[in-house]
Nanobody, 122 residues
Framework: QVQLVESGGGSVQAGGSLRLSCAVSGYSSVNCMAWFRQAPGKEREGVAFISSGGGSTDYADSVKGRFTISQDNAKNTLYLQMNSLKPEDTAMYYC????????????????WGQGIQVTVSD
């Protein structure tokens, strides 16, 4: 069973940076990991995806060039480095994982963290 625990959220001014971490247990059964976010009154959005096997990544257009997803297999940790943050990045951020072959916005992720709040002020 895969368990995910996020950390590193908080409040920051526009233009600032934050790094989210997701501690993963049961990692050996995971092929794809991702970060999603959901703002109040909005649909959940897939922000960044990484394939555990080849390390290929994919990003939502809204964060390309600003966010970087990475993983440290030795530490069983997934990261999301967020730079040049904007107020519209304010949301609850979720770590997700799946053992299936696909890795992208259409992947039906089986495992989810509890979420962590990121707030960006003007």
């Amino acid at each position: 069973q895969v368990q995910l625990v996020e950390s590193g959220g908080g409040s920051v001014q526009a233009g600032g940076s934050l790094r989210l971490s997701c501690a993963v247990s049961g990692y050996s059964s995971v092929n794809c990991m991702a970060w999603f976010r959901q703002a109040p009154g909005k649909e959940r959005e897939g922000v960044a995806f990484i394939s555990s096997g080849g390390g290929s990544t994919d990003y939502a257009d809204s964060v390309k060039g600003r966010f970087t997803i990475s993983q440290d297999n030795a530490k069983n940790t997934l990261y999301l480095q967020m730079n040049s943050l904007k107020p519209e990045d304010t949301a609850m951020y979720y770590c997700a994982a799946d053992a299936g072959r696909t890795c992208g916005p259409r992947t039906a992720f089986a495992y989810w963290g509890q979420g962590i709040q990121v707030t960006v002020s003007d």
